[in-house]
């Protein structure tokens, strides 16, 4: 079993959409967790940070990190077709040390 | 600021060559990662320095490959001789770390995409 799991689709989702992307992980000691998302042959941006247990807002971005079913989430609202990119997920156990990142689900939001 | 700067941006080479990728990164950021995405792997570490040291280089594949940081704006990853099954993209990070429970963000460049033909 890889650390960290994420489905690669792809997705299509319709401008306007609730998009929804999802990680799990083995590693309870994972207490870092980030989304980065990827445009083709660009570098991974970072979209969001989170520590620990929790929900973060960001604009049209919530990420959210339930430890105890060591599962970590990315909703995206009102999808646009510029959201069409590959997204990340990452995380690590301390501060300062390597992310472990899963392969990376593919997203297409068509106008 | 400018972020995290790599070069070369694409670097295609034969097979035996040696390769050398830079990487500056983001200035005051204290730790720094080498990461090689592939299709087949998708982003992987290959060695990360903290303050300059070098803290683990366990991704490294082999012998062939060995990195550098000579300074905190500063590091190479070499490739000597290289091989088909390198190529891939090659990403530089850096981040700087603070205190437990604080903020940890790691900012990635636009990596260098290699060739070996």
């Known amino acids: 079993q890889k650390e960290v799991e994420q489905d690669p689709g792809p997705l299509s989702v319709p401008e306007g959409a609730i998009v929804s992307l999802n990680c799990t992980y083995s590693?309870?000691?994972?207490?870092?967790f980030m989304w980065y998302r990827q445009y083709s042959r660009k570098g991974p941006e970072l979209l969001m940070y989170t520590y620990s247990s929790g929900n973060k807002e960001d604009g049209r971005f919530t990420a959210q990190v339930d430890k105890s079913s060591k599962y970590i989430s990315l909703f995206i609202r009102d999808s646009q077709p510029s959201d069409s990119a590959t997204y990340l997920c990452a995380m690590s156990g301390q501060a300062g040390t390597a992310l472990i990142f899963g392969k990376g689900t593919t997203l297409s939001v068509s106008s | 600021d400018a972020g995290v700067i790599q070069s070369p941006r694409h670097e295609v080479t034969e097979m035996g060559q040696e390769v050398t990728l830079r990487c500056k990164p983001i200035s005051g950021h204290n730790s720094l990662f080498w990461y090689r995405q592939t299709m087949m792997r998708g982003l992987e570490l290959l060695i990360y320095?903290?303050?300059?040291?070098?803290?683990?280089d366990s991704g490294m594949p082999e012998d062939r490959f060995s990195a550098k940081m000579p300074n905190a704006s500063f590091s190479t990853l070499k490739i000597q001789p290289s091989e088909p099954r390198d190529s891939a993209v090659y990403f530089c990070a850096s981040s700087l770390e603070v205190s437990s429970k604080g903020r940890y963000e790691q900012y990635f460049g636009p990596g260098t995409r290699l060739t070996v033909t």
């Open positions: 590693n309870s000691a994972f207490q870092y």
């Open positions: 320095f903290n303050n300059n040291v070098p803290i683990d």
